[in-house]
């Protein structure tokens, strides 16, 4: 039997989030969002979404936003406080007294004793969602396939990708496909208490990746492993400073550690099977798009 009550989608106006609206365009809930402003407010509501204010950090804003909600989806954005901003939705949620199914999109390999700081962070909040009591299915996303325009400036320009993996591979998977999971969960049973763990139909390479770049762009990408240290900023577009000042800092040193090696972090299972996106191109998604990369926005 589908869900067919009132669904709350945090982070709606991000990337997973603008995917999953698509993909629960035509089901049978009560689709709402939570909007952090009014601007945000009227974007959703120009999607036909209905959309209701609230603050993570503002946690009596939260209350009024969860009344009647039988689902929830839990995206929250990178920031210092992202473990606050989680809690503080869980306890509303606990409060509310609906006890909603609440599925959390978290990171691959979420561990305390993970290298980067995000993926602890990840952890630290699957730990209070599931002792929570609450029904839960969490979401653990390889790295994003859009993720890859980071490269784009230098794609441009030089034609060049430059990031300190080596040899390494990487399931990387579309955002629109995390969508097209998680919407599946969410208006589902049966996903209850599960952890999946979603990669892209392949474990590729950034030697891969710039050879997809070159037959889509109609020239030479070249790709150039480099040191960690001497890693390049990437595009800065889309997240808040103090956010990707965050990420660039957790992920300086060890974010090719496995990777460089050799080693590709597509796991050989997971603890559950995920009900399967229909994308299937591993490369040639949104994430290498070719307008952006010949027309790279100017941000200076």
């Avoid at 962070?121 to 996303?141: N, W």
């Avoid at 995390?178 to 589902?188: P, Q, S």
């Amino acid at each position: 039997m589908e869900n067919s009550g009132k669904v709350l989608i945090t982070g709606a106006t991000g990337k997973v989030g603008g995917a999953l609206l698509d993909n629960l365009g035509n089901a049978d809930i009560d689709l709402w969002a939570l909007a952090r402003g009014e601007s945000k407010a009227q974007s959703l509501e120009g999607r036909g979404v209905e959309a209701v204010l609230g603050d993570f950090l503002e946690p009596e804003t939260l209350g009024p936003a969860l009344e009647g909600v039988s689902t929830v989806f839990l995206l929250t954005p990178i920031h210092p406080e992202q473990i606050s901003q989680a809690t503080n939705v869980i306890e509303a949620i606990k409060e509310s007294g609906s006890d909603p199914h609440v599925v959390r999109l978290s990171v691959h390999q979420a561990s305390h004793d993970a290298p980067t700081r995000i993926s602890r962070q990840h952890a630290e909040i699957e730990d209070r969602l599931v002792s929570s009591g609450l029904p839960y299915t969490l979401l653990r996303p390889q790295s994003f396939m859009q993720n890859t325009l980071m490269a784009a400036p230098t794609v441009a320009v030089e034609g060049r990708i430059y990031q300190p993996m080596k040899d390494g591979r990487l399931g990387m998977i579309d955002a629109r496909d995390i969508g097209e999971v998680a919407a599946k969960v969410l208006t589902e049973e049966g996903h209850e208490d599960k952890t999946y763990t979603l990669t892209g139909p392949a474990a590729i390479s950034f030697h891969d990746v710039a050879d997809a770049l070159s037959e889509v762009l109609g020239k030479k990408v070249d790709y150039v492993s480099i040191p960690r240290k001497r890693r390049r900023k990437p595009c800065l577009a889309g997240a808040s400073r103090s956010g990707w000042r965050m990420l660039l800092m957790s992920t300086r040193r060890p974010t090719a550690r496995a990777t460089a090696t050799g080693r590709p972090t597509t796991p050989s299972g997971s603890r559950a099977t995920p009900p399967p996106p229909t994308r299937s191109s591993p490369v040639t998604s949104s994430g290498c798009s070719a307008g952006m990369i010949r027309n790279p926005v100017d941000r200076s």
